[in-house]
């Protein structure tokens, strides 16, 4: 995928995650200048002499004003990828902290500084789950009440707060990733971790259910080519390829060499939800399966990205390189 030549100038929150991560590389290949915002502690991507990597925390404004110091009115271009991924039911104050009042924070920040383009990394589950078989894609406004568990509920105020900015004369659009996956991530990803337990033994049986899975490459790609032809207001759903959990282990299972898991009934997995809470606790693990993650693999997941097609000039990958390159990449980082 190739984007323009405009806006020299990034920032990129939650620089050190997967997402992050991917779009860092991307734009110090290109030769652009980035400023990431990482979490006190964490260790940025890539080095390089393009990149500065800055301290704080989106929950605290004030922590956050470096990232644009002396860069005012130099046509910066923000990607807001900072957020908590959550399979659980609930809303923990945190999670509301960082994925709803960090955006805002965000906004706020864009406007004073007068930011080029904001582009907000949202997600599909901001999107309302319609009845199995029909293709769901983007919506006009985003609603909290309309999404279930707690990720999808922050991330639908936050995007719907982005709109209310754009409307209100931000330059700002939302890309809406489905399932991401792919290489440079070692476990801290939900669906990475899934391969990384089965890769190490740790796994010891899939579930059936599916999901759209897209590779991190592309998503981020996808959120560049947001930053410079995307219609301001408006939001873009990047997805990839429907697939069962089963048939990408498979896949993974071709690379690696390693056979086929069990794949355990629904209603088993379901039951055994409280006794795979337990057991990852006590180990200070996170689950590979909650009862959240197995209602989102067995619903609807049937997405179109035609949209991002159509005016961004998006095309991702196939799965099978996809997770050809995950799984050398956590082979290599073993």
């Given at each position: 995928?190739?984007w323009?030549?405009?806006?020299?100038r990034?920032?990129?929150?939650g620089?050190?995650?997967?997402?992050g991560g991917?779009?860092?590389?991307?734009?110090?290949d290109?030769?652009?200048?980035v400023?990431?915002?990482?979490?006190?502690?964490?260790?940025?991507?890539?080095?390089?002499?393009?990149?500065?990597?800055f301290s704080?925390?989106?929950r605290?404004?004030k922590?956050l004003?470096g990232?644009?110091?002396?860069?005012?009115?130099?046509?910066?271009?923000?990607?807001?990828t900072?957020a908590?991924?959550?399979?659980?039911?609930k809303?923990p104050?945190?999670?509301?902290?960082?994925?709803?009042?960090g955006?805002?924070?965000i906004l706020?920040?864009?406007?004073e500084?007068?930011a080029?383009?904001?582009?907000h990394?949202s997600?599909?589950h901001?999107i309302?789950?319609?009845?199995q078989?029909?293709?769901?894609r983007?919506?006009?406004?985003f609603?909290?009440e309309a999404?279930?568990?707690?990720y999808a509920?922050t991330?639908?105020?936050?995007a719907?707060?982005?709109?209310?900015?754009?409307r209100?004369g931000?330059n700002?659009?939302?890309?809406l990733?489905?399932g991401?996956i792919?290489?440079?991530?070692?476990g801290r990803?939900?669906?990475?971790?899934?391969?990384?337990?089965?890769l190490?033994g740790?796994?010891p049986?899939c579930?059936?259910?599916?999901?759209?899975?897209v590779?991190v490459r592309?998503?981020a790609?996808g959120c560049?080519?947001?930053?410079e032809?995307?219609?301001?207001?408006e939001?873009?759903?990047?997805?990839?390829?429907?697939?069962?959990?089963?048939e990408?282990l498979?896949?993974?299972g071709?690379v690696s060499?390693?056979?086929?898991l069990?794949?355990m009934?629904?209603w088993?997995?379901?039951?055994?939800?409280p006794?795979?809470?337990?057991?990852?606790?006590l180990?200070?693990?996170?689950?590979?399966?909650?009862?959240?993650s197995l209602?989102?693999?067995t619903g609807?997941g049937?997405?179109?990205?035609?949209?991002?097609?159509?005016?961004?000039g998006?095309a991702?990958?196939?799965?099978e390189e996809t997770?050809?390159?995950?799984?050398?990449?956590l082979q290599?980082?073993?």
């Amino acid at each position: 995928m190739e984007w323009g030549e405009r806006g020299d100038r990034y920032v990129v929150t939650g620089a050190a995650g997967h997402l992050g991560g991917a779009i860092v590389r991307s734009l110090l290949d290109a030769g652009r200048e980035v400023r990431g915002l990482i979490l006190p502690g964490e260790a940025g991507p890539a080095v390089g002499p393009g990149i500065s990597y800055f301290s704080g925390d989106v929950r605290e404004a004030k922590s956050l004003e470096g990232l644009f110091e002396g860069w005012e009115g130099a046509g910066v271009t923000v990607i807001h990828t900072a957020a908590l991924i959550s399979i659980a039911r609930k809303v923990p104050q945190a999670l509301y902290e960082v994925n709803v009042g960090g955006t805002r924070n965000i906004l706020r920040l864009c406007r004073e500084h007068g930011a080029r383009r904001l582009v907000h990394v949202s997600s599909v589950h901001a999107i309302p789950e319609l009845p199995q078989g029909q293709v769901m894609r983007e919506v006009d406004a985003f609603s909290p009440e309309a999404v279930f568990g707690g990720y999808a509920r922050t991330k639908a105020e936050a995007a719907q707060a982005v709109l209310d900015a754009a409307r209100e004369g931000l330059n700002a659009v939302i890309v809406l990733p489905s399932g991401i996956i792919g290489p440079y991530d070692r476990g801290r990803n939900h669906l990475v971790q899934l391969f990384a337990g089965y890769l190490d033994g740790s796994l010891p049986a899939c579930v059936e259910g599916g999901y759209d899975f897209v590779d991190v490459r592309d998503v981020a790609g996808g959120c560049l080519l947001a930053a410079e032809r995307g219609r301001s207001g408006e939001s873009y759903l990047l997805g990839g390829h429907y697939a069962r959990i089963p048939e990408l282990l498979a896949m993974a299972g071709k690379v690696s060499g390693k056979g086929a898991l069990p794949v355990m009934p629904l209603w088993l997995a379901r039951a055994a939800v409280p006794a795979i809470g337990g057991w990852a606790a006590l180990r200070g693990r996170r689950p590979f399966y909650t009862g959240y993650s197995l209602r989102t693999l067995t619903g609807n997941g049937l997405f179109s990205s035609e949209k991002a097609r159509r005016e961004l000039g998006y095309a991702p990958w196939e799965l099978e390189e996809t997770v050809r390159d995950m799984v050398m990449w956590l082979q290599r980082a073993e």
